[in-house]
């Protein structure tokens, strides 16, 4: 009989980001990818979300490897948490390893990693199993997607990918290395979703270098372009722009600086020093001839933008005038799209010429319809699996795999929620929606330096706090003597501007003085008994007042 395999997600199923699937072939599991997802309004406070590892964490002695395709947070995000708690060998490209190591860095973690640096297209054997990589074309350099190969065939994991032939070994779209996989029996195929609503090819609509070919040759006074830090495709056609029209490049800030000096350690991103600036020959340098790049990760890049408009950048040699230039070259993502709104609107009242790319000039670079189609009907999967993506998009990459002509229908073709397994048995397949081998799934909130210790109710207090804001009702009382010794004292935040309401004070006052020398009156005083009376009192009452439910804090000291 051959070794059951089980494929399941605990994240990256009808969501953006956070992605985390699991292969579990006989006694050998396979993690791969572990990401974070960045937290909408909803979740103030809230660096980031990762997804509950619980069963992981539980069955950490059968866990063989960690497969990271590239070094995305929506890959990485996860890792310096979970590794902790469940240490096993990371297989990823150098690249992959430095942006791994440069997310831990920021968060100020000090995490000894067991690295096991593979190359994009490769062969290799991890727990007495053939594991083979292809290099694919994605904004991430030496990005890749996996084979496993299990009793009962390969299960591939495409990674992100599009198809495109191009020079650059840093982004190659390897057939060959696929062509190869091909042929032998693929149990599973686990495909990518983002793009799959696209029609045609992704490639060449992905591409930076059509929109600021202008930008670079009109332009009388300095260039500026805004980046996203995980996007080295565009990087790399900036460095090629800077080359070709012999301008130079400055590097924003320490952080820009920083990133490069990474890169060009391990060989890449390299930058011609003749097209280099220094800090020093800032002001040095032909405002014509000069090009000026920031970067940084989703909104802290518009947050650095709306700070150079407002002129309160730390570096104050770099001013915004009306001959220069800025080429926004990173579509907001919809969480922050109002902070990128606000940002972009400083620019214009500055004078400079902007350039806005938006998502419908350019194409994230995930694979479309035709791109899914060329991987589907190269490796003609047994079974297909819709994964990394919004419903809709699962949705959208299950329909054009059925109608392709490869045997592929609803009953080889599983759309599947986080948690929900599917179970090979003899090459035949069986989902479990529901019962024991549903595995448990959730989010685990990262806040600061804490894993999962904020919860619903922290987040419901948040929300409370910056919407309506807080009165803190202050009052000393003496049980001994049955009297209040101290106070009252009531304090308003983010709520109303107290010189303007001073009924509401007053009121506040007599209601907490009241309630307290009643509780006094009653011989045993019971201070949280009394603190509940007061805040739903003071509830009911500010509500009848104002229509608005401010957080309600009563504190009483006893003093005896």
């Keep these: 009989m051959t070794e059951t395999v089980r494929i399941f997600a605990l994240g990256g199923l009808d969501e953006d980001g956070k992605n985390l699937y699991v292969l579990e072939a006989g006694n050998d599991i396979f993690i791969i990818e572990a990401g974070a997802k960045y937290p909408d309004s909803s979740k103030p406070g809230i660096d980031f979300i990762i997804a509950n590892y619980d069963y992981l964490l ?3 002695d059968r866990v063989r490897a960690y497969i990271i395709t590239h070094g ?5 995000g996860a890792l310096p948490y979970m590794y902790k708690d469940i240490p096993a060998p990371i297989y990823a490209s150098k690249a992959t390893i430095m942006m791994i190591e440069g997310f831990t860095k920021r968060r100020a973690m000090d995490i000894k990693y067991n690295f096991v640096e593979i190359e994009p297209s490769s062969r290799i054997t991890i727990a007495n199993r053939t594991v083979r990589f292809f290099q694919t074309c994605h904004a991430m350099m030496l990005s890749s997607g996996v084979a496993i190969k299990t009793e009962q065939g390969y299960v591939v994991y495409s990674g992100d990918f ?4 191009n020079a650059n070994p840093h982004y190659r779209h390897d057939l060959n290395a696929l062509a190869k996989i091909a042929e032998r029996p693929i149990l599973a195929l686990l495909s990518e979703s983002e793009g799959a609503e696209k029609a045609g090819y992704t490639s060449p609509n992905h591409r930076l270098t059509p929109h600021i070919t202008a930008p670079f040759q009109d332009s009388q006074g300095r260039v500026f372009i805004s ?3 995980q996007s080295t495709y565009h990087l790399e056609e900036i460095i090629d722009m800077v080359k070709k029209h012999h301008k130079k490049l400055y590097l924003y800030d320490e952080y820009v600086r920083d990133y490069f000096a990474r890169f060009n350690s391990i060989g890449m991103l390299k930058i011609p020093q003749i097209n280099l600036v220094s800090p020093d020959d800032l002001l040095r340098v032909r405002k014509n001839d000069m090009v000026i790049l920031m970067m940084a990760q989703g909104d802290d890049l518009y947050r650095e933008i709306e700070a150079l408009a407002n002129g309160e950048n730390e570096d104050k040699r770099i001013v915004l005038n009306p001959e220069d230039t800025f080429i926004v070259a990173a579509p907001p993502a919809p969480n922050f799209e109002l902070l990128a709104t606000d940002a972009i609107d400083c620019l214009y009242q500055t004078g400079v010429k902007v350039y806005e790319i938006n998502r419908k000039m350019m194409s994230p670079m995930h694979a479309s319809e035709e791109d899914l189609k060329m991987m589907i009907s190269l490796l003609k999967p047994q079974y297909y699996i819709p994964v990394k993506g919004e419903y809709k998009q699962l949705m959208a990459n299950a329909k054009l795999a059925v109608g392709m002509d490869v045997q592929l229908s609803h009953n080889n073709i599983f759309l599947l929620d986080n948690g929900m397994t599917i179970k090979f048995t003899e090459g035949k397949a069986r989902l479990y929606a529901a019962g024991d081998e549903v595995v448990p799934t959730g989010d685990l909130y990262i806040d600061g330096t804490g894993v999962g210790d904020t919860t619903s109710t922290v987040l419901d207090d948040r929300t409370i706090l910056s919407d309506d804001g807080v009165i803190v009702m202050g009052i000393a009382v003496s049980k001994s003597a049955a009297k209040v010794v101290a106070g ?6 983010g709520f109303v501007f107290v010189r303007e309401n001073d009924a509401i ?3 506040l006052t007599k209601l907490l003085v009241t309630s307290v020398n009643d509780f006094l009156k009653k011989g045993s ?7 509940e009376d007061i805040s739903e009192r003071a509830k009911r009452f500010v509500w009848r007042e104002t229509r608005r439910s401010p957080m309600i804090l009563p504190l009483i000291s006893v003093v005896d």
């Design 505 to 507: 004070i007053n009121e």
């Design 58 to 60: 539980k069955n950490k």
């Design 162 to 165: 599009l198809v495109e032939y």
């Design 488 to 493: 009252p004292d009531i304090q308003m935040r």
């Design 227 to 229: 980046l996203y830090n």
């Design 72 to 76: 995305h947070d929506d890959l990485i």
């Design 525 to 531: 005083f019971n201070a949280d008994k009394c603190a």
